[in-house]
């Protein structure tokens, strides 16, 4: 008989194992092409009000690349860990490393072509249909599913890079091993090192130390900077606990000297099984936390998005009115909108004053004045200045904007003359609806306005803020409203004002429907992008587990077979293999919930805190009772077939012994 034949009749009686690897490596493929069709989107990314979303999808494109980057090299590691042996044999029948070297290419150039058409097509497939699935939830209908060259050029690439290079290495390391060695492979026990339960303390510490650093730097516009820094900590804070932490659990467990002698079959094999699936552990720790975290941000930002308008919008329609521009009488302006049954409510007009000027960049600066008597009118206030003071008035809905600019006072060129005001009060308030010059104002009193309008050539207009019965019913009149301006300011002469910023940008309407619909749609584009990743997460993970559990299942029968040997019964057994699947499915779990949370906890402080936003919590255990409920599922599956496996196993092999 050839080598050859002798190569092909052991790759038919284990094709267990070839499936196996061809499965591992055809999911790798999905997950990254799935991937590449939101991240390469055409429609997606470029959409206006979704310019962030390739920001957004950075830190979870990351990940799941480092997660391909280990379900790689780990598949192949256990496939070659499996084939050593066989390397040996063929050794001693004289098979040349050459010849070896030829059979492992071979091998897995066939696996490497074979997962990337079957993961591409399973990929292509279920996007397709996560595409219309989710899309359709949401409601928006201007994405479509796309395919294009470069989704499947970037898939190819990097799973051929990242599938060679764990071919290389294992190349070297099988063809560096003698012909016993290979032999023995199965059979040679990992090398454990010694835990240290102070250590697992010290990670312990690194991880709450990171969080509370987290808690306090995460709030303005900059807290986002940190929070690399700190996650980078929290995790190599976790990779300690998860090494070392079991032997101070261990530690703590043996003053009670009954309970620990009870379970000690279970806490050495699970303290010795933690050491070697340190890394496992790791990442699924850290995607179920990414997973959890984004899924409640994001769908806490979509259920609040009509929230977000109204503090955004505080007016439903604001519109800036000139002699010439936007110019349309009242009661057309409520005929537009009652023709549709929205009625106007509340109708307030403000009289402001604009000067424009240039600075050494070629950067037009507004500057926008308001009488003391409107601004006390609309804000329901009683100030009183001097002819030489001002109110800066800054037009945002945050109490720490990032910086303000006058507050040591202002200088109005005037001639060869100056105009200096001194800043009575800074107020930072959302007031108004955001438009082009409104953003920060000068209140100063009605006199002093007289005598500015006197001296600087500016911009007098009025600023129309309007409420509605019913605002998200306003789409068709501000359409309507858009038109009749339109129509009116196409026949009026340019306004002559110098340094003017453009008149499309001055006097556009601002609304509430509007903003509303915008956020929904971004956040709603969001919303599917992370659902999309979070299933990506959630079934990569499990395999994960699985494949651990299930790649040394030969090993676990072994062990039982001892265990009978020495009296433990069945019953015994299957409690002692119910605790340590459950154990090995359900820590991670527990710890990648337990972070997400109390990152959740420390980011909201960047919006008032949970106590401000109690309905995040909600979100939160929206997300992760939905995860748990599915965790457990897929627990309860992998506990009943590893049962059904080993019982299949054992009856197997003590029908043997018997003949």
Same mark, same amino acid.
């Given at each position: 008989?050839?080598?050859?034949?002798?190569?092909?009749?052991?790759?038919?009686?284990?094709?267990?194992?070839?499936?196996?690897?061809?499965?591992?490596?055809?999911?790798?493929?999905? *997950?990254?092409?799935?991937?590449?069709?939101?991240?390469?989107?055409?429609?997606?990314?470029?959409?206006?009000? #979704?310019?962030?979303?390739?920001?957004?999808?950075?830190?979870?494109?990351?990940?799941?690349?480092?997660?391909?980057?280990?379900?790689?090299?780990?598949?192949?590691?256990?496939?070659?860990?499996?084939?050593?042996?066989?390397?040996?044999?063929?050794?001693? %029948? $004289?098979?040349?490393?050459?010849?070896?070297?030829?059979?492992?290419?071979? @091998?897995?150039?066939?696996?490497?072509?074979?997962?990337?058409?079957?993961?591409?097509?399973? $990929?292509?497939? /279920?996007?397709?249909?996560?595409?219309?699935?989710?899309?359709?939830?949401?409601?928006?209908?201007?994405?479509?599913?796309? %395919?294009?060259? +470069?989704?499947?050029?970037?898939?190819?690439?990097?799973?051929?890079?990242?599938?060679?290079?764990?071919?290389?290495?294992?190349?070297?390391?099988?063809?560096?091993?003698?012909?016993?060695?290979?032999?023995?492979?199965?059979?040679?026990?990992?090398?454990?090192?010694? +835990?240290?339960?102070?250590?697992?303390?010290?990670?312990? !510490?690194?991880?709450?130390?990171?969080?509370?650093?987290?808690?306090?730097?995460?709030?303005?516009?900059?807290? $986002?900077?940190?929070?690399?820094?700190?996650?980078?900590?929290?995790?190599?804070?976790?990779?300690?606990?998860?090494?070392?932490?079991?032997?101070?659990?261990?530690? /703590?467990?043996?003053?009670?000297?009954?309970?620990?002698?009870?379970?000690?079959?279970? /806490?050495?094999?699970?303290?010795?099984?933690?050491?070697?699936?340190?890394?496992?552990?790791?990442?699924?720790?850290?995607?179920?936390?990414?997973?959890?975290?984004? #899924?409640?941000?994001?769908?806490?930002?979509?259920?609040?998005? @009509?929230?977000?308008?109204?503090?955004?919008?505080?007016?439903?329609?604001?519109?800036?009115?000139?002699?010439?521009?936007?110019?349309?009488?009242?009661?057309?302006?409520?005929?537009?909108?009652?023709?549709? &049954?929205?009625?106007?409510?509340?109708?307030?007009?403000?009289?402001?004053?604009?000067?424009?000027?240039?600075?050494?960049?070629?950067?037009?600066?507004?500057?926008? *004045?308001?009488?003391?008597?409107?601004?006390?009118?609309?804000?329901? #206030?009683?100030?009183? %200045?001097?002819?030489?003071?001002?109110?800066?008035?800054?037009?945002?809905?945050?109490?720490?904007?990032?910086?303000?600019?006058?507050?040591?006072?202002?200088?109005?060129?005037?001639?060869?003359?100056?105009?200096?005001?001194?800043?009575?009060?800074?107020?930072?308030?959302?007031?108004?609806?955001?438009?082009?010059?409104?953003?920060?104002?000068?209140?100063?009193?009605?006199?002093?306005?007289?005598? !500015?309008?006197?001296?600087?050539?500016?911009?007098?207009?009025?600023?129309?803020?309007?409420?509605?019965?019913?605002?998200?019913?306003?789409?068709? &009149?501000?359409? +309507?409203?858009?038109?009749?301006?339109?129509?009116?300011?196409?026949?009026?002469?340019?306004?002559?004002?110098?340094?003017?910023?453009? @008149?499309?940008?001055?006097?556009?309407?601002?609304?509430?429907?509007?903003?509303? @619909?915008?956020?929904?749609? #971004?956040?709603?584009? %969001?919303?599917?992008?992370?659902?999309?990743?979070?299933?990506?997460?959630?079934? &990569?993970?499990?395999?994960?587990?699985?494949?651990?559990?299930?790649?040394?299942?030969?090993?676990?029968?072994?062990?039982?077979?001892?265990?009978?040997?020495?009296?433990?019964?069945?019953?015994?057994?299957?409690?002692?293999?119910?605790?340590?699947?459950?154990?090995?499915?359900?820590?991670?779990?527990?710890?990648?919930?337990?972070?997400?949370?109390?990152?959740?906890?420390?980011?909201?402080?960047?919006?008032? &805190?949970?106590?401000?936003?109690?309905?995040?919590? !909600?979100?939160?255990?929206?997300?992760?009772?939905?995860?748990?409920?599915?965790?457990?599922?897929?627990?309860?599956?992998?506990?009943?077939?590893?049962?059904?496996?080993?019982?299949?196993?054992?009856?197997?092999?003590?029908?043997?012994?018997?003949?």
């Amino acid at each position: 008989m050839t080598f050859n034949k002798i190569v092909w009749k052991m790759a038919k009686h284990h094709y267990k194992k070839y499936i196996f690897y061809l499965v591992c490596n055809s999911l790798a493929v999905t *997950f990254f092409f799935m991937f590449t069709t939101v991240y390469l989107n055409k429609q997606l990314v470029e959409m206006e009000q #979704s310019e962030g979303i390739q920001y957004v999808l950075s830190i979870p494109g990351v990940a799941l690349i480092i997660f391909t980057i280990f379900f790689i090299s780990y598949a192949h590691h256990i496939f070659m860990k499996k084939r050593r042996s066989e390397f040996g044999l063929f050794m001693t %029948l $004289g098979m040349t490393r050459r010849e070896i070297s030829k059979l492992i290419v071979l @091998e897995n150039s066939i696996i490497a072509l074979i997962s990337l058409i079957i993961g591409v097509l399973i $990929g292509a497939t /279920l996007s397709r249909f996560f595409f219309w699935l989710l899309l359709k939830f949401v409601g928006i209908q201007e994405i479509l599913f796309q %395919l294009h060259a +470069k989704m499947f050029l970037y898939t190819v690439i990097v799973f051929l890079v990242m599938f060679f290079v764990a071919v290389g290495q294992s190349l070297y390391l099988t063809l560096k091993r003698n012909i016993i060695t290979n032999l023995k492979n199965e059979k040679i026990t990992e090398n454990v090192s010694d +835990k240290h339960a102070r250590l697992g303390g010290i990670g312990l !510490l690194i991880v709450v130390g990171s969080i509370i650093g987290l808690y306090f730097t995460y709030t303005g516009q900059r807290g $986002g900077n940190f929070l690399l820094l700190w996650s980078l900590a929290t995790f190599i804070g976790l990779y300690i606990v998860l090494y070392h932490f079991t032997s101070l659990l261990i530690e /703590l467990i043996k003053k009670n000297k009954g309970y620990y002698y009870r379970r000690l079959l279970y /806490l050495t094999n699970i303290n010795y099984k933690y050491k070697r699936l340190t890394s496992v552990m790791m990442l699924v720790t850290v995607m179920i936390m990414v997973t959890l975290l984004y #899924s409640t941000i994001i769908l806490f930002t979509y259920i609040t998005t @009509e929230r977000e308008a109204i503090e955004e919008t505080p007016f439903d329609v604001a519109f800036i009115q000139t002699d010439s521009t936007n110019n349309v009488g009242i009661d057309a302006l409520n005929a537009i909108f009652e023709q549709n &049954g929205n009625r106007v409510q509340r109708h307030v007009s403000v009289p402001i004053y604009s000067y424009f000027q240039k600075d050494y960049y070629e950067v037009v600066h507004a500057y926008t *004045f308001m009488s003391l008597d409107a601004f006390n009118e609309l804000t329901s #206030s009683q100030f009183e %200045l001097k002819n030489n003071e001002f109110i800066y008035f800054l037009n945002e809905n945050t109490e720490t904007p990032d910086s303000i600019a006058y507050d040591q006072g202002l200088r109005i060129p005037s001639g060869s003359d100056e105009i200096v005001y001194d800043v009575k009060e800074v107020i930072v308030e959302k007031r108004l609806n955001t438009l082009s010059n409104l953003s920060e104002i000068f209140v100063i009193n009605d006199t002093e306005l007289s005598r !500015l309008k006197r001296s600087i050539d500016g911009l007098a207009a009025v600023v129309h803020l309007i409420n509605l019965e019913d605002w998200q019913d306003s789409k068709t &009149g501000v359409e +309507k409203l858009k038109q009749t301006f339109e129509s009116f300011n196409i026949s009026m002469p340019a306004i002559n004002v110098e340094h003017i910023v453009p @008149e499309d940008e001055l006097f556009q309407i601002s609304s509430r429907i509007e903003g509303y @619909e915008m956020n929904k749609n #971004s956040n709603g584009i %969001l919303f599917f992008v992370t659902i999309f990743l979070s299933v990506l997460f959630f079934i &990569g993970s499990f395999f994960l587990l699985y494949i651990q559990l299930f790649s040394e299942v030969d090993k676990e029968l072994e062990r039982i077979r001892k265990l009978y040997r020495i009296g433990i019964t069945s019953k015994e057994i299957k409690r002692i293999i119910s605790q340590e699947i459950t154990t090995i499915f359900m820590i991670p779990t527990l710890l990648g919930t337990t972070l997400a949370l109390l990152y959740i906890l420390a980011m909201a402080t960047d919006i008032g &805190g949970v106590i401000a936003n109690p309905e995040i919590i !909600l979100h939160f255990l929206i997300v992760g009772g939905s995860y748990f409920v599915i965790q457990f599922a897929f627990l309860f599956y992998a506990r009943k077939k590893m049962y059904r496996l080993l019982s299949t196993k054992l009856a197997h092999s003590i029908d043997k012994a018997n003949i």
